[in-house]
């Protein structure tokens, strides 16, 4: 089985077009939803999609930067998006990396059990990612381990409930300050059987037993491989201040159907955050005193060139100013998303 992938109706679904130097809107022609109902460029040059979508059903955003497609070799869609529709709802689109032409469809999906957010390619399927509150969000997606596909959910720090999420098959813990320790939330979180990974100042705080029993303990440097997922500790910590002192907290670099996520946890700009290779997509943390000003997060980005951004656990920064510092001549899309 293979959970939570395109049982797409095969309508053809609404289609717009959008170029990077002009749009060439197509409205939609069917009066079906999900439809188009607007284009828009932002004054920072993104693209804004508006759209109509049934109030209670799950649609989902697909891109193409080219409609080459035959009935021998189908078009490439890529998903974007997963979301659940409520009406009007806006998509807005990053204008870099750009690319010369690029064709949105959105379909209906089938089915209750979809998780909504944001979609990674990897060879193995897609990760949907569903951001939280802070510092917490919740990673899903279908793992072929062997000739078997499983559906896998991993939490990191969890400190909000995620009503209506699968349950976690794995925890992720950066450190033992309370906005990313919460032992019930990891308790409400995790499913009957499933792992945490923490450091051991974290494992130290825990009080349920069978959660202590569940617990690996990475330390900086430590790596496992569970669920087909590869996780790396990396090292988490202020340079400035004791806030996070060294080998305390853990990053994690995830490796997922060969793409891999770094999670900054609580830290500033380290040199071994600098010497990260091959990041598909990073969390990283700026919020001060705690962690990195927003330029040193950019300086970070232009050391380590992930190729996707979210800041996170960055209440009361200037995260435009962030996302005009980090794309300043690089391929780097800053992905701007509601945290709070
Ligand atoms: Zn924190």
Redesign the pocket.
């Known amino acids: 089985m293979k959970p939570c992938q395109s049982r797409m109706r095969q309508l053809p679904g609404a289609l717009v077009c959008l170029t990077a130097l002009a749009l060439a809107a197509a409205a939609a022609q069917s009066q079906s939803l999900p439809a188009f109902t607007g284009i828009q460029r932002l004054a920072n040059a993104d693209m804004a999609l508006s759209l109509q979508a049934s109030t209670g059903l799950y649609c989902r955003l697909l891109v193409s930067t080219n409609l080459l497609g035959t009935t021998n070799v189908p078009a490439p869609w890529e998903s974007v998006v997963t979301f659940l529709g409520a009406g009007a709802w806006r998509h807005t689109n990053p204008a870099a990396p750009a690319a010369s032409a690029r064709f949105f469809r959105a379909v209906e999906l089938t089915g209750t059990n979809h998780v909504t957010g944001d979609h990674l390619v990897t060879t193995n399927g897609d990760v949907v990612i569903h951001t939280g509150w802070?510092?917490s969000f919740v990673m899903n997606w279908s793992n072929r381990l062997g000739t078997d596909w499983t559906n896998v959910t991993l939490f990191v720090d969890p400190t909000n409930a995620f009503a209506g999420l699968p349950r976690a098959d794995l925890v992720l813990v950066t450190?033992d300050?309370g906005?990313?320790l919460r032992e019930p939330m990891i308790l409400a979180a995790r499913r009957p059987g499933g792992l945490l990974i923490a450091p051991q100042a974290v494992y130290n705080k825990l009080t349920n037993a069978a959660l202590k029993a569940a617990t690996l303990v990475l330390t900086n440097g430590g790596a496992a491989q569970v669920l087909g997922v590869g996780v790396e500790a990396v090292p988490a910590y202020n340079t400035n201040s004791n806030f996070h002192p060294k080998g305390s907290g853990n990053g994690y670099v995830l490796t997922v159907g060969g793409r891999r996520i770094y999670i900054s946890g609580?830290t500033d700009n380290t040199p071994e955050m600098r010497a990260l290779p091959n990041i598909d997509v990073a969390f990283l943390?700026m919020n001060q005193p705690?962690?990195m000003t927003v330029t040193n997060a950019a300086r970070a980005v232009a050391a380590f060139r992930p190729r996707v951004v979210y800041p996170y656990?960055c209440a009361g920064s200037d995260l435009n100013l962030f996302r005009q510092l980090a794309q300043t001549n690089q391929e780097v899309e800053v992905r701007l998303r509601r945290w709070y």
């Open positions: 802070h510092a450190h300050h906005d990313h609580d943390a705690y962690t656990h």
